[in-house]
């Protein structure tokens, strides 16, 4: 049984920095992608980065390239999602996901979610 598990996310003030952390449980890594989405309060989701390949390619979306950086840790099954500068338009719950294909960056690519955890950026 697939499982993911978010932790990391908290309250903080904009240009500070959070790392989220997905572990992930009874999943084979290659092959597929794996990504970190976000929903804002009356907003789609919306994929902001993805990995393919154990690590090798990774992917971003315009509003937080330079900014995040995605990785994974095959060893310890975990994949991270670094973010510095935040802003307070980066306020939303994050998700991490796997099994993803195509462009590894639309949330019907991706098979399996986590529960999700709250990202808060104050001004």
């Known amino acids: 049984q697939v499982q993911l598990v978010e932790s990391g996310g908290g309250s903080v003030q904009a240009g500070k920095t959070l790392r989220l952390s997905c572990a992930v449980s009874?999943?084979?890594?290659?092959?597929?992608?794996m990504g970190w989405f976000r929903q804002a309060p009356g907003k789609e989701r919306e994929g902001i980065a993805a990995?393919?390949?154990?690590?090798?390619?990774?992917y971003y979306a315009d509003s937080v390239e330079d900014r995040f950086t995605i990785s994974l840790d095959n060893a310890k099954n975990t994949l991270y999602l670094q973010m510095n500068s935040l802003k307070p338009e980066d306020t939303a719950i994050y998700y991490c996901?796997?099994?993803?294909?195509?462009?590894?960056?639309?949330?019907?690519?991706?098979?399996?979610w986590g529960q999700g955890t709250q990202v808060t950026v104050s001004s």
């Open positions: 996901a796997a099994q993803g294909h195509g462009t590894c960056l639309a949330d019907n690519e991706y098979k399996y």
């Open positions: 009874g999943y084979n890594f290659r092959g597929y992608c």
């Open positions: 990995v393919f390949g154990g690590g090798f390619s990774t």
